[in-house]
């Protein structure tokens, strides 16, 4: 049995109401992240140190929707494509005296297509939101600062893995919006070899903080 067909069925389940009532809203979306990446692999295991980037621009982009079930409640189902990333920097010169600890020696970009189902409880034009989320990974580079680049998602899960999203919106009556939410993985998107960057007992998980505008076109105020 297909483990995500409950999630299909409800999402045609919702597609249907939608079209019944016609209380649906659909809009984009766009934003920076603030990427938090932790775990352990190779680098680790050879005296670096890991480092949240700060001066890279990661974002998202998509697709939102609102499905309304009441005047206090609504289903937002999205589709939205975001980055993430990290670098690696040597903690001691001895290691590689060609080091600085100022640059990254090994830096990661991730590409994940994030597919949310959340609940909306709002209040006027305020909404809290919160529910799962499935991520797929689909694109991953690593550089090094002496310029090689690799495609390695082959160090990563391609399957889709599950995280939980809270968050707060808010939303003019004219469709115009402002969004924050933090989406936690407990899940490890690292694929564990034998032999590799990834070695059993290795792990990488990727916990993303989000923030951007949104707009919801043929928007109406709340009844």
């Known amino acids: 049995m297909n483990k995500y067909l409950p999630i299909k069925l409800l999402i045609i389940a919702l597609f249907i ?3 019944c009532t016609g209380q649906v809203r659909v809009g984009v979306k766009a934003g920076l992240n603030a990427p938090t990446l932790v775990g352990e692999n190779y680098f680790s295991a050879h005296n670096y140190k890991i480092r949240n980037a700060v001066q890279t621009i990661y974002f998202h ?3 939102t929707s609102d499905v309304r079930l009441s005047r206090f409640f609504t289903i937002q ?12 920097f040597s903690a001691e010169e001895e290691f590689n005296s060609s080091n600085s600890t100022d640059e990254p020696d090994v830096a990661e970009t991730l590409g994940v297509v994030m597919v949310p189902l959340l609940l909306r409880v709002k209040l006027g034009g305020l909404g809290l939101v919160f529910g799962p989320q499935l991520n797929r990974l689909v694109t991953a580079r690593r550089s090094s ?3 090689s680049k690799y495609d390695v998602r082959s160090d990563y899960k391609t399957d889709p893995v599950f995280s939980a999203v809270i ?8 469709g115009l919006g402002l969004h924050a939410r933090y989406n936690y993985c407990p899940t490890s998107i690292a694929r564990v070899t034998d032999k590799g960057i990834y070695a059993p007992g290795n792990s990488m998980y990727n916990h993303t903080g989000m ?6 076109f043929f928007s109406k105020k709340d009844k």
């Not at 189902?77 to 690696?88: D, M």
């Not at 923030?211 to 919801?216: C, N, Q, S, T």
């Open 145 to 147: 600062r002496f310029g």
């Open 61 to 63: 982009a998509g697709i």
């Open 77 to 88: 189902p999205e589709v939205l494509y975001s980055t993430s990333g990290y670098e690696w």
């Open 17 to 19: 109401y939608s079209k």
């Open 167 to 174: 968050g707060l919106e808010y939303t003019f009556s004219f």
């Open 211 to 216: 923030g951007g505008l949104h707009f919801y």
